[in-house]
């Protein structure tokens, strides 16, 4: 199954590319979450004189499209962007797919363990026929992938060019993955001495103390062969051998982390990325994977402040018991509500997962949608609180609209993420843990958050991490200067000159 083109603004047009400008290929990892930031990284270097391809699999294309409903056929994310750019010379993003070795109809959600070891076993061979279509000039390309992919680093060998991987997660988990080695020698994970320890963990560089609890999921199973495993094991064997690292967080947040993973390797941090916030190429890309529904009239309608938005994410799903406990909760605290609960959050053959009598219960003080633009959701200022799965776009997106969270890591990073934002940070609270969900705590953390003495900590500490957080986004900001040497190094390291060399 080769590609598909998408005949659009040059899209297809790889082997006519003018060399004149460093060329980017960046590819997305195959999930919501990774592709918008991977997409925002995209328009943020073409706005900086780069000739960009952005590389989407045919999957994640077709599922996006048919949430906008239009045609998969003549459809390119980037339009919206190209027409709303205000350079003067529009901005040069081609729009290139591949495919993921499944067809069309194949349910990945449904068939997890075999798409993965498709992406283990079977991309990089369509990536490989893409690339050799796409590198004209290896001299002024480089291949922009996500680090979860395991064939970045053997590709860009393969082809002459540098590998940047791209990291769309804090950089503590970047170092937890880099550094597993050192876990399974102190027997903390994947340890042939027996069940894994549960002490606190102390060796791990720029990590002061972690419990093995806040580990992501994958460093806390016993089971390590299995395909996930495998991917993680390779993919990080890979960004050993990467030659920069971009990592989606911003050093004032994670201070120590960032200068340990410095001490490693070119890592910068240039957070957040993903979010419209003018500057670079700041919206106009259309990247959901399922159609929003507006929810600014029902938003309006509420007294300011009052209101938990609730959402488990694009891609973790939970379990139908864990969804009836938290439903359970939020109808006992009394709260106004909106949740966004897409369909297949417990599974794509379970379309209807709320208790029977929930929408009844809930008149007049809740809504519940297939999907919605978070980020606008988020700005909204009926918004009290946030439920959350703790993914890392979501955790970036409430620090920066300055909403507290209620923190249910489903998988995976999330675990990792809420240590972030409970601990270290202070600006969520608990809410139970996969599998222990209880309602009367959800209830009770619900009306803490939104009118109790708790909630007004939490946004007294907020104020100070979003201010972080956008100082470093602002110019001159941390992130902005990161971001500025990375397009220096990386413009001199593709042959187009005027960058300062700044590594030898």
Known sequence: ??????????????????????????????????????????????????????????????????????????????????????????????????????????????????????????LAAHVEDLLRRLVVDPASTCLVADTFFVWPATLAKKFGVPYVSFWTEPALIFNLYYHMDLLAEHGHFNSSKGPPRKDTITYVPGVPAI???????????????????RIIFKAFDEARRADYVLCNTVEELEPSTVAALRAEKPFYAVGPIGFPRGGAGGGGVATSMWAESDCSQWL???????????????????????????????????????????????????????????????????????????????????LAGFLTHCGWNSVLESVWAGVPMLCFPLLTDQFTNRRLVVREWRVGVPIGDRGKVFPDEVSARIQGVISGQEG?????????????????????????????????????????????????
């Open 1 to 122: 199954m080769g590609h598909e083109m998408v005949a659009s603004n040059g899209t297809g047009n790889g082997g006519g590319r003018r060399t004149a400008k460093p060329h980017a290929v960046v590819i997305a990892y195959p999930y919501q979450g990774h592709v918008i930031p991977a997409a925002h990284l995209a328009l943020r270097l073409a706005a900086r004189g780069f000739a960009v391809t952005f590389v989407n699999t045919e999957s994640v294309h077709e599922q996006t499209a048919r949430a906008l409903g239009v045609d998969r056929h003549r459809y390119d994310i980037f339009a919206g962007a190209r027409a709303s750019s205000d350079h003067k010379e529009p901005l040069d993003v081609r729009y290139e797919l591949v495919s993921d070795g499944f067809p069309l109809g194949f349910d990945r959600s449904l068939n997890h363990d075999q798409f993965k070891e498709g992406e283990l076993h079977v």
């Open 211 to 229: 419990e093995p609890h806040e580990l992501m999921s994958y460093l806390q199973d016993t089971d390590a062969t299995t395909v996930v495993h």
């Open 300 to 382: 309006d309608a509420q007294p300011p402040g009052s209101v938990l938005y609730i959402s488990f994410g694009s891609y973790a799903h939970v379990t139908r018991q864990e969804l009836h406990d938290t439903a359970a909760g939020v109808l006992a605290s009394g709260a106004r509500f909106l949740w966004a609960m897409r369909p297949d959050i417990v599974s794509s053959d379970d379309p209807n997962p709320l208790p029977e009598g929930f929408a009844a219960a809930s008149a007049g003080r809740g809504l519940v949608v297939p999907w919605c633009c978070q980020v606008e959701v988020l700005a909204h200022a009926a």
């Open 456 to 504: 007004k900590e939490l946004r007294q500490a907020l104020r100070k991490v979003t201010a972080k957080l956008k100082a470093a986004a602002a110019p001159g900001g941390s992130s902005q200067r990161s971001f500025d040497d990375f397009v220096d190094e990386l413009t001199h390291r593709c042959g187009g000159g005027g960058g300062r060399t700044l590594m030898t």
